[in-house]
């Protein structure tokens, strides 16, 4: 049985078999970028650190559009080279286009596509199978997608990272075993939209830019600050990140599922009182679930923790949370990690948040007759 990153046991490297090149291969931002593939006894490390991200959605493409931007005036330990996997399920013309104008980036569908060994700190000892290792690796993946990762990167045999971050919303037990403080979880105050601009050119729009990612205060996620200020991308270790997560995972619970309810953007949720009014519901019914557990987070909230909420939804605007453009691509959707993750931390203590199991019911048969519409 192979070794796996995801036990407690340290893995100093697993084998990497380049078998075949995916379909990944195929199309016009899978084409070869002239790296070439180990076949010797060679050594593909360089100095500049090795980042792979998984998930080509509209933040996993910024962010790999941002390292392929600082690329072209690599120095240090900037990467020169960045690995996008996508899933490959579905056929996404702004991917498609922004890959094909960043050649740093190597977008791939599967991790047995060969340009993995070149794109990474890979090592080919002579007579046997590289060696693939990545010192960074940013899950940038819906959550409900998580095992789903984990099962891939296992069935590959990657090697362990030495830091894994973590880019989603909601809160879920970490995926990664036995990394401690490598395993670094982000808060991203952001949302990410592509924008077409012409000629079959896109870009990726961003809402509330100017606000740092917020991370645990810790050694590892200060080299994970390091690395993103060195591609322009703003983020800070945050002594008070407890509580810094807290704030948008309220956020996040008051509006999300709602604006799929209501179809509307976040100023909608707030400029329509029905809809005001079951938010008030929601926060509080939050506020009572989430306290037992989550007691450093709430010893630094302020008193006036309610306007700060609100306030923070106000500042999205016209911005549609990034569930509701999910529910409307006919994408699955982040209900355990949200919503469905109140609801249980209620349950566990006595307190039933019936508004938010309400709200979860209610998205769950919009889904389902979203998905009977869609086949029909």
Known sequence: MPRSFFTSVATKGCCFCPTRASSATKGSHREEDGQSIATTTTTRATNSSSVLIVGAGRLGTWLAVKFAEAAKKASGN?????????????????????????????????????????????????????????????VTTKTYAFDLVVDEMEKSDIAKPK????????????????????????????????VEIGNGKFTIKVKNEEKPWAMPNTKEAKKVHELLTSIGANSKPDEDFEYTLLRKYFINCVANLLSIVGDCNCDGLLDTQELRNRMDVLYHEMYAALEPSHKEGFKKMPKDFYDVVFTGLRSYGAHFPSTKLDFDAGAPLEINSLNGYVCARGREIGKPCVEHEKLVEEVKALVKKRDVKTRG
């Open 78 to 138: 900037t990467p020169r080279h960045v690995v996008l996997k996508g899933s490959g399920r579905k056929a996404n013309a702004a991917v498609d286009a922004l890959v094909k104008e960043h050649p740093e980036i190597t977008y791939v569908e599967s991790y047995e596509d060969e340009r993995m060994v070149s794109s990474s700190h890979s090592q080919t000892p002579k007579g046997r199978k590289p060696i693939v290792r990545f010192d960074y690796v940013f």
């Open 163 to 194: 830091i894994a971050v973590m880019l989603h919303n909601g809160i879920v037990q970490p995926i990664f075993k036995g990394l401690g403080n490598g395993y670094v979880p982000c808060v991203i105050p952001q949302s990410y939209d592509f």
